[in-house]
């Protein structure tokens, strides 16, 4: 997706370490196997054979994918296929402060889908009840029993934000407290709605009138 005009931030793609891109017995078909199923493309186009082959070796910018720079014309031909494929793909929100990622948001079953979304800057949101924090080797996860997706969480500044969300924030509440740019906040808070862990609690307008 294009990266946000008034943001440094950097959504990123890549597949899932189980998922195997192979030739299919069709002239120019390609075949991901992965434990949530396969998926055949018929004839695929050179940039989404070339997108796919990064995305084996880690996250990539689709931007970078574009030839001679033609970027809205690449993201054309390569979202819908990324769309279907939304099961086998980790979504990896980094920053151009090049310190590395933020999060990723790593897909739990076949019906995964994943779309970063805009929340309002005055609605409350806060951690589902069941949602769970585990410390991993490369850092802390968040989970649910009922969600699609698992969140990785990669460095301090996403774990800062969690943490405000034990209690019912706007995400203008969020980055007038935390000592991050206020996009950061946002973009994380972005990545943990659509990923299914957190909760609407309202509008905080409507909760302050007496």
Known sequence: MPRPVDSGALHLWSLHED?????????????????????RITRPDPLVREALRRMELGPVLLANIAADGAVEGALVVLLPVLD?????IVRTLSWEDLRGPLLSVVPNSGNSAFTPVTVSAQRLIRLIGDVSLT?????????SAGSAHRVQLHRPEAVWVVALLAWPVTPSQASSAL???????HAVLSYLVAAGMTEDCGSAEAQALP
Do not use: C, I, M, Y
């Open 19 to 39: 998922v195997v891109v192979e030739h299919g017995d069709e002239e120019g078909e390609l075949v991901l196997r992965s434990p949530h199923g396969t998926e």
């Open 84 to 88: 279907r494929l939304s099961h086998l």
């Open 135 to 143: 410390l991993e080797k490369a850092g802390f996860a968040l989970g």
């Open 179 to 185: 000592p991050l740019p206020p996009p950061v906040t």
